[in-house]
């Protein structure tokens, strides 16, 4: 059983979408503050904890502190999330945490991060958090959404928006570490399942760079060597 110790504010904004906790195998816990973090963690020791520098009466620095100096408690991964400013990530530094990551928070980023500190294996079915913005004169719009089948040539996305064959978009999502950055076109308006009032779209990337190529590359290698995927 893979353990996750998060504060409340981030499940909130992380449950909006399905993410790899909802698989079997991981058990997630919440708390409201660094105290309560603590507090679960030495009732039943977690493999991830995700907090804030500044989450209650104990600093994130009083807490990894607490963590690393017991034998029975230091044998976790901490990601820490700050204010981006230089005294908010220089505090975390001084952490020792695993990973530091700074608000706003990019939620796939934080879900990327945790599931590589927990070592979970990525499906084929991955679903990947975008965002998207509309080019064009009079319709330029960001939004996010979320995506499956990414290739070198496209992927398969869907939308509350409503979209049109031409539209060009310009893409920005992680796998993994890596940040891909494209450009496309809906090639494609695809009927959306039953269960869902969602729009789905076939995007063909029209500019994307080696770098990018490569990674989407090793992304689609390491779902295909995943037994089961």
Known sequence: MNRIIML???RTALFRDRTFLSRAGIALRTAASNDEVLSLHRDEPAGVIVTRIDAGAMSGEQLCAALR?????????VIMVCPNT???RAASARC??????????DTSLLMAKAQQLLQVPVRKSYRVLLNVTI???????SFLCKSENVSASGLLIETDRHLQVGD???CSFFLGRTQVSASGEIARVIAPPRDTNLNR????????GEAAKAAIDAFAETARSIPGS
């Open 8 to 10: 409340q504010e981030f």
């Open 69 to 77: 100096e017991d034998p029975a408690l230091r044998n976790v991964s």
């Open 135 to 141: 080019e064009g004169k009079d319709r330029s719009a």
């Open 168 to 170: 060009r978009l310009a």
């Open 86 to 88: 230089e005294a908010g």
């Open 201 to 208: 779209y076939g995007v063909r990337f029209t500019e994307i």
């Open 96 to 105: 020792r945490a695993n990973e530091i990551l700074t608000l706003p928070l």
